[in-house]
């Protein structure tokens, strides 16, 4: 349901405005940017394209709708996410694993990699993360207490978290960059809800990185009851797709 609407309402907007916008999409790595370009200038088969290209595995059902109606109608389609490999890179090792990379390998996050070294406070992903290690961490000591874990081995979850967290931000903040980099009107990123919820994530660098843009956010929810917004979900986004609980997903 929800990928139908997504390409309703983007067939819809390339209507209105005569095809002058660009799609951004989160399921595609920017190393593949390459490839895509080629696909959408049918210089290569959708065949040679899913063979060569990671995608996702719903992406036949829930996302090759929407890029064939943007190749259709010549709609440029940019592939703004980090390549996994760096966001790994950074959830095992920290910021400072990608320095060990290549110059070459620097035109996918060198840009953002002070801003996202920079995070220490914490974030909602963050929060989150760490009161589940503190809550395992207290259920431990009171259940094991000959095998509690140590001060250093908290600090080490602590670490390890921040890690995860910097990992995350790593694909914000590169998605928000390759946004702006090629924001030269209309541009309609599709995401997944926590890159976007509350004006977080992907929004706040976008606002760092262009703050004269207009931003308006759309996100997903599910609730068992469908006339009034549930106040769980309020202040996530400019607007919503209300949708039952019990709404079959395809993944």
Request: charged letters at 25%; one cysteine or more; a positive charge.
């Amino acid at each position: 349901m929800v990928h139908w609407l997504e390409r309703v309402v983007f067939t819809s907007l390339a209507d209105r405005l005569d095809n002058k916008l660009t799609l951004g999409m989160e399921m595609f790595e920017a190393d593949t940017q390459l490839k895509v370009d080629e696909y959408m200038a049918e210089l290569i088969s959708e065949e040679r394209f899913l063979a060569e290209t990671y995608l996702w595995d719903n992406y036949k059902t829930d996302y090759a709708p929407v890029v064939k109606c943007a190749k259709e109608r010549g709609i440029r389609l940019i592939a703004t996410n980090v390549p996994r490999r760096y966001a790994r890179a950074v959830s095992v090792g920290n910021v400072d694993a990608l320095r060990k990379f290549p110059q070459s390998s620097q035109l996918y996050f060198g840009k953002v990699l002070e801003r996202v070294e920079a995070i220490q406070e914490p974030n909602p992903f963050f929060t989150k993360a760490s009161a589940m290690l503190k809550t395992v961490s207290a259920k431990h000591d009171e259940t094991s207490p000959s095998k509690a874990l140590t001060n250093e081995q908290k600090q080490q979850l602590v670490e390890k978290t921040l890690c995860m967290t910097r990992a995350q931000a790593l694909k914000d903040a590169v998605m928000a960059r390759n946004i702006a980099d090629n924001l030269t009107g209309v541009f309609i990123h599709i995401n997944g809800n926590y890159h976007s919820d509350c004006g977080k994530g992907i929004i706040t660098y976008l606002k760092e990185f262009r703050p004269a843009i207009r931003i308006i956010t759309v996100s997903t929810v599910y609730q068992d009851k469908l006339s009034e917004l549930n106040p769980v979900n309020r202040g996530k986004a400019d607007f919503y797709i209300v949708l039952p609980t019990d709404t079959h997903k395809t993944f």
